[in-house]
């Protein structure tokens, strides 16, 4: 296996491959979170890229032209979100086209282009990525949900509690 990349959008085929390969690696991503985003891109709410290392699905992220974020929808930037390579594909290039390809559409239409991180252990590899590509904290300080937190709130640590971020693409 020579590990070529290839990233095209979304067709609805690849809803079932992709929830089975999640499940492989014990991962719940149901089905039905494929086929939502396919009626989304159909809608033309949301965009689907997904990666092969030569033939084989190996990852996938989307853009959201309108973000719950309420910094982002305010100034018109879209967010890259639910961005996923199977733990096989890794450190194999492989997030970093998804990333390029993501930017490089984005940039046909926005000056900027958006993304929330997890502030666990669990995204160190997803955060030393955004800021090795140029992102940039916004400013906005963390969230939980689309929503800014402010001084004094509680909060539980989850996979929802974000720290964001920007990159001016053109």
């Not at 491959?17 to 891109?41: C, D, G, M, V």
Request: glycine share 8%; charged share 25%; net charge negative.
């Amino acid at each position: 296996m020579n590990n070529e990349i290839s990233i095209r959008r979304m067709v609805e085929n690849d809803c079932e491959t992709i929830a089975k390969s999640f499940e492989r690696q014990n991962w719940h991503k149901p089905l039905t979170q494929y086929q939502n985003y396919w009626s989304e891109q159909t809608q033309g709410t949301r965009e689907v890229l997904v990666a092969a290392a030569d033939t084989e699905f190996a990852g996938y992220l989307t853009i959201i032209r309108q973000s719950d974020f309420e910094n982002f929808r305010a100034q018109n930037i879209p967010e890259i979100v639910d961005f996923n390579v199977l733990i096989k594909f890794r450190q194999r290039g492989i997030g970093s086209a998804l990333m390029e390809s993501a930017e490089n559409l984005i940039a046909e239409k926005h000056d900027f282009a958006g993304i929330r991180v997890g502030l666990t252990g669990d995204y160190g590899a997803a955060q030393r990525m955004y800021v090795k590509r140029g992102y940039i904290p916004d400013g906005s300080g963390i969230s939980q949900n689309g929503a800014a937190l402010q001084f004094g709130d509680k909060i539980i640590v989850d996979d929802d509690l974000a720290l964001s971020f920007t990159k001016k693409l053109r």
